[in-house]
């Protein structure tokens, strides 16, 4: 799966469990550690759990693909699904705005799914409305 097809799914698994303000930066002309940040807010424990157990359980069911490296435990403020390619930040509302990632990633465009894309992102995401 290339990096922004999976970009993007992980935007749409994170949706599926009500994570808030999800961002995508293309960082691939500002870094050479990763293509894309997924950036999203989940409210409580409870919350960030479901949302990150969302990405890696389907991601592993569907398409055999799992993070290369995990940061941060159920109980963290901030954790990290490193897929390589992809670096998915899950975080509280408090620490996101004290790191502010998209602002120390400024000069990184947002990435945003075509028409074609968003259809494909759709049907192969597990419940997904036909």
């Not at 894309?36 to 960030?48: D, K, L, Q, T």
């Not at 359980?57 to 963290?76: I, K, N, S, Y």
């Amino acid at each position: 799966m290339d990096s922004k097809k999976l970009a993007l799914l992980c935007r749409k698994l994170a949706e599926n469990k009500k994570a808030e303000n999800i961002v995508i930066l293309d960082v691939r002309k500002l870094s050479s550690v990763t293509d894309y940040f997924v950036i999203a807010s989940g409210g409580s424990e409870p919350h960030m759990r479901a949302i990150v157990n969302e990405i890696t359980g389907t991601l592993w069911d569907d398409f055999q693909v799992r993070p290369r490296r995990v940061e941060g435990g159920p109980a963290a403020a901030w954790q990290v699904l490193d897929f390589f390619d992809v670096i998915v930040h899950i975080m509280r509302d408090e620490v996101r705005e004290k790191y502010n990632l998209e602002s120390l990633w400024g000069d990184a465009p947002r990435a945003r799914a075509s028409r074609a894309r968003k259809r494909a992102v759709r049907k192969i995401s597990p419940g997904a409305a036909p």
